[in-house]
């Protein structure tokens, strides 16, 4: 089996590369042979083997005739495909599709999420998303349901073989987000995914008074082939955690999490009375 970059930056310049390859409608060796190159060396730079110039890319690129704004994109990957760690400014607000967030995700064995002040992207439903966006204060209006429909092709993780924990504050359960009905949908919802056999809901009941999770929101992923990742979240910003002490910390924040959040069987008990 051919290596695979081991960084987030390395996984998403070798997958946007491979992507652009095959835009061509050409196999790779026909590719290679258009720039000149052996086949072995094209094969080695979309799978972390390195071997290639950013000025030899550039014109792999160039042949490829990939669009300008996605050669600009993997020609500034290209560089830092080997470090680990990785602020992403996201300009006035998030993408509609974070693209490096939902690779993760579907590549991911394991999620573990807490999410301080709303339901995690993946379990909420179209009208609690709509609410949600329409309180942002940077999200343009004309996107809105483009997002929403983004957002839930993310939800496919949970249906394919992903091992995801979400934990969540008892005080998201009690808020009305959007109003009343569509609270009730949404806790519908989140009840019967918690029913699923490789999703678990977890409750952190408002009686647990100070935790480890108090310093924010955010999600650890696992993978088979991979190293962990840690990914948080702002306004206009994300950033992904590799370095395996800060690894380490996050691990310990959802021990802390486990040891305080209800069990699965009764975070569904809590769930249920706040439908009433």
Not at 146 to 155: D, H, P, S
Request: aromatic share 6%; glycine share 10%.
């Amino acid at each position: 089996m051919p290596k695979r970059f081991s960084t987030a930056r390395g996984r998403e310049f070798g997958d946007g590369l491979r992507a652009a390859v095959a835009a061509t409608g050409m196999t790779s060796r026909k590719v290679a042979e258009l720039v000149g190159w052996q086949e072995a060396k094209l094969s080695d730079l979309v799978n972390g083997k390195g071997g290639a110039t950013e000025l030899e890319l550039a014109l792999l690129l160039g042949a490829c005739r990939t669009p300008p704004r996605e050669r600009d994109h993997l020609l500034s990957l290209f560089t830092g495909t080997g470090v680990k760690g990785w602020w992403q400014e996201h300009g006035s607000c998030a993408p509609i599709s974070p693209r490096t967030l939902v690779e993760h995700e579907r590549l991911a064995k394991g999620l573990v999420s807490w999410q301080t002040m709303l339901l995690h992207g993946m379990v909420q439903t179209p009208d609690y998303t709509r609410a949600v966006l329409d309180a942002c204060a940077n999200v343009p209006q004309g996107e809105r349901e483009e997002r929403v429909e983004a957002r839930g092709l993310r939800q496919e993780t949970l249906r394919g073989g992903v091992r995801a924990c979400f934990f969540m504050p008892e005080a998201v359960l009690l808020g009305r987000v959007g109003g009343g009905e569509v609270m009730r949908e949404q806790l519908l919802h989140l009840d019967d995914l918690a029913a699923k056999p490789r999703i678990d809901v977890r409750v952190v009941p408002v009686g647990a008074g100070a935790h480890a999770g108090m310093a924010g929101s955010f999600d650890l992923l696992s993978f088979d082939r991979y190293d962990d990742v840690v990914f948080l979240e702002s306004e206009n910003s994300s950033l992904i955690i590799e370095a395996p002490e800060a690894l380490r910390s996050y691990r310990r924040v959802v021990e802390g999490l486990d040891a305080v959040a209800l069990d699965a069987e009764r975070s569904r008990e809590l769930i249920r009375k706040s439908l009433v």
